[in-house]
């Protein structure tokens, strides 16, 4: 896609009007007209402050540079490079510190890219395949060889699942199939929707919080999201400290 065009379908797909971007990254109406129609090209300096103003992800501030002519300004490391040894630690940290409530790190397509311990109570009897280090948590919650058939309210909570694959087509058409129609209910809908999961400690109530590296200016940080599980109730805290006493290396 062309700039102009790339441009305008990101400032229309968030609803925002030339009039408010242009106020927002600090020029005129008319001069962003003149470069959503080809008239006028800007300069990197412009097209960094119309993505931030965009609130885009810095991967579409580089294909908006990119389509633009310009080299991209923000670099893509992979996990392992040592200039994100401190993030590898980071997520080592938390993960313990979320113990004995699980908490994973995914990437921007659901990948696994890290998990505590805790996660084996959560996933307990779902295919081997569906497990471990790259493969994708979305589909290991839904698919009926994972967590699904153990997901009391699956058709409430797979909504709150499917609603993240955004670009995914692909993955959601496969998901939306494993999902039961949801009926709506007359019961009231609390502060939040847990995860209702039947475990060999009982049934798990789990609210989740998904949390990301605010101020990322390398794209795979700012891409990873850490998702932890926190107990909606007393009993599923006490199931949980349980879970991870039998676990820890004395009792192995």
Known sequence: MDFPSALR???THRRMSQLDLASRAGT???????????RSAPGRN????LAESLELSLRERNELLLAAGYAPVYPESRLDDPVLAPVQDAIEHILRGHLPYPAVVVDRYGGLIAANSALDVVTEGAAPELLGPGRNVYRLALHPE???????????????IL??????DELRTELSAYVPELTPS???LGFAVPL????SYGELRLMTTVTAFATAVDVTLAELKLEAFL??????????SAASENHAPGNM
Do not use: Y
């Not at 412009?46 to 402050?49: L, P, S």
């Open 9 to 11: 379908a990101r400032r």
């Open 28 to 38: 005129t109406q008319r001069h962003l007209s003149f470069i959503e129609s080809g």
């Open 46 to 49: 412009m097209i960094v402050r």
């Open 146 to 160: 994972g967590m699904a058939p153990r997901i009391v309210n699956l058709a409430e909570w797979a909504r709150h």
């Open 163 to 168: 609603v993240r694959l955004d670009g995914q």
């Open 186 to 188: 007359d019961a009231p």
């Open 196 to 199: 209702r999961l039947r475990s």
């Open 231 to 240: 107990p909606a109730d007393r009993a599923t805290a006490v199931a949980l």
